[in-house]
């Protein structure tokens, strides 16, 4: 069980522009082996970033890496400007991380430990731990010992002592790992309100596939040490604009294919199929309506996280 990472207050360096982490050709050997290959990533500022991937995929040992308990084969992480390699307390300072699972005094109060772990790092205040308190949901039992919480509160607490020091980068990994529902969502919530309000960067990994649809701004996927791919999840007014698989019911069904045959629409199951944004739909529509055919009925069939995994992946599923 690994304790949150500790760093001295961050003082926010680089660009607000520029990626919060950028890795090149990142690689980690063990024997013959290679864990991690040739990883390269942008990580933007002020979202959440999910890191997506099976169990054995290379994850944890990625965060290990970018938290500075393993060592590089080849290649380079840098977070806000600094190396990790040959800058690691410039680099490090810009970091709240709980590697696995946050360990706390059990006997100990909620506050008590932050008070605790506040007396490691240099300017944080009793204000401070107060805000952070506030942050996370636990002012009405802060003051009760960590040996009462449930695991959502103890990871909730975790990740209170982990942005004490107001850093730019929080890194969880696989930090809904044994919550149940209610957890994961309160959790998942929490996140997002952290990257709004206090702009940090979240950087989670997970195996769960619905959750990191629910969670975060993009994904990048992993399979086997190396990034198959990195995809916005499309929420709001996103999701309006981007493309996706659209249904139309209608009447003489093969003359309404020809007529929409530049849009590529093809006949599945007596429906008329195409791709098509929210936009494009509703001109679709009228183009039918104005020929003369009569629209029963139009449905979107937006691809699911899951299924855009399974096609980059040649079908390995995961959870």
């Known amino acids: 069980m690994a304790e949150p990472i500790q760093a001295p207050p961050a003082q926010h360096a680089g660009r607000e522009d520029e990626p919060v982490v950028q890795m090149r050709g990142v690689t980690k050997r063990i024997g013959k082996r290679k864990l991690i290959d040739n990883l390269t990533l942008d990580v933007p500022a002020g979202e959440v970033f999910g890191f997506l991937g099976p169990n054995g995929a290379g994850k944890t040992t990625t965060i290990r890496m970018m938290v500075g308990l393993m060592r590089l084969s080849e290649g380079e992480i840098i977070i806000r400007g600094q190396s990790i390699s040959t ?3 410039q680099a490090i300072r810009h970091v709240g991380a709980i590697v696995e699972n946050p360990e706390m005094y059990k006997y100990l109060t909620g506050y008590q430990n932050l008070l605790h772990f ?3 790092i240099p300017g944080i205040s009793r204000q401070r731990i107060e805000e952070v308190v506030e942050l996370v949901g636990l002012k009405a039992r802060i003051h009760d010992k960590v040996k009462t919480y449930s695991l959502g509160m103890r990871q909730r607490l975790g990740v209170a002592q982990a942005i004490m020091h107001k850093p730019s980068l929080l890194i969880l990994d696989e930090p809904t790992n044994g919550l149940d529902p ?3 969502r309160e959790l998942r919530d929490y996140l997002r309100l952290l990257a709004r309000n206090e702009g940090i960067t979240v950087f989670v990994s997970s195996h769960l596939l619905s959750e990191m649809e629910l969670m975060c701004d993009r994904v990048a996927i992993i399979q086997n040490g190396r990034l198959v791919d990195v995809r916005p999840i499309a929420r709001g007014t996103d999701a309006h604009a981007a493309a996706v698989t659209v249904l ?5 069904a093969d003359e309404a294919r020809q007529l929409l045959a530049e849009a590529g629409a093809i006949i599945e199951g007596g429906l008329l199929r195409l791709e098509a944004d929210r936009e494009t739909v509703a001109n679709i529509n009228a183009r039918l309506v104005g020929a003369g055919f009569k629209v029963y009925g139009i449905r979107t069939q937006a691809k699911s996280l899951e299924d ?4 980059m992946t040649g079908g390995e599923r995961i959870v």
């Open 87 to 89: 800058a690691y307390e």
């Open 118 to 120: 506040a007396r490691m």
């Open 182 to 184: 209610a957890g994961i």
């Open 248 to 252: 139309l019911d209608v009447d003489r």
């Open 308 to 311: 855009q995994f399974l096609e």
